[in-house]
């Protein structure tokens, strides 16, 4: 099963929208509220428990990635971009 955790480019704008004093966890409801419209189609049926299953494996996924870039805009630091793996983990190519 292969999970990466980048987001979507159009859902860090959506951090633009908090004050940078915000306290972090209304940041962090803000923006897991805001992740179905940027991933419809993840859940394709949400009665399957394979599928919900799936979903919150896709959701804990980006939780570390979501928290680091709450940390980077409360700090005033841009995002910082990651790489996809490749084959074997290497991100060399």
């Known amino acids: 099963m292969n999970h990466h955790t980048m987001l979507h480019e159009g859902l860090l704008d959506f951090y633009k929208g908090f004050r940078h004093d915000a306290h972090p966890m209304s940041m962090l409801v803000g ?13 394709q049926d949400i009665k399957n428990p394979e599928h919900r299953y799936e979903a919150a494996i896709r959701l804990l996924a980006k939780m570390p990635t979501i928290a680091a870039n709450i940390h980077k ?7 910082v971009f990651q790489f996809v793996c490749f084959s074997g983990g290497d991100n060399s190519n």
């Not at 923006?31 to 859940?43: I, N, T």
């Not at 805009?73 to 995002?79: D, K, R, W």
Request: no cysteine; glycine share 10%; aromatic share 20%.
């Open 31 to 43: 923006v897991v509220g805001a992740l179905s419209s940027y991933y419809p189609d993840q859940v």
């Open 73 to 79: 805009y409360i700090i005033g630091q841009p995002y």
